[in-house]
Nanobody, 117 residues
Framework: QVQLVESGGGLVQPGGSLRLSCAAS????????ISWYRQAPGKRRDLVAA???????NYSTSVKGRFTISRDNAKNTVYLQMNSLKPEDTAVYYC???????????WGKGTLVTVSS
């Protein structure tokens, strides 16, 4: 039972910044990919950013240049630095960890980000 715990969400004004954290209960090297997804009310859950065990990153076009995903292996934590936030970034942000050896995906419970003036 792998646990992923997101934190760092909250209320921020447009143009502001926020850093989300995803803390895993085991070494993040055991996961092939760790990703951030988000889901706004009435919308599908979409991929925001991803980072592989080798350190490669990928971003959705809507956040590229504004968001940065990174890892702290010693802390078993993945971060999502969000800058220049827009109201359309408002969503519940979820952490996902993919383990190809286990052929499973693990999900956190999410953290709410609200961008509003």
């Amino acid at each position: 039972q792998v646990q992923l715990v997101e934190s760092g969400g909250g209320l921020v004004q447009p143009g502001g910044s926020l850093r989300l954290s995803c803390a895993a209960s085991r070494s993040i090297f055991s996961f092939n990919v760790i990703s951030w997804y988000r889901q706004a009310p009435g919308k599908r859950r979409d991929l925001v950013a991803a980072i592989t065990s080798a350190g490669s990153t990928n971003y959705s076009t809507s956040v590229k240049g504004r968001f940065t995903i990174s890892r702290d292996n010693a802390k078993n934590t993945v971060y999502l630095q969000m800058n220049s936030l827009k109201p359309e970034d408002t969503a519940v942000y979820y952490c996902n960890a993919r383990s190809d050896s286990e052929v499973v995906n693990y999900w956190g419970k999410g953290t709410l980000v609200t961008v509003s003036s």
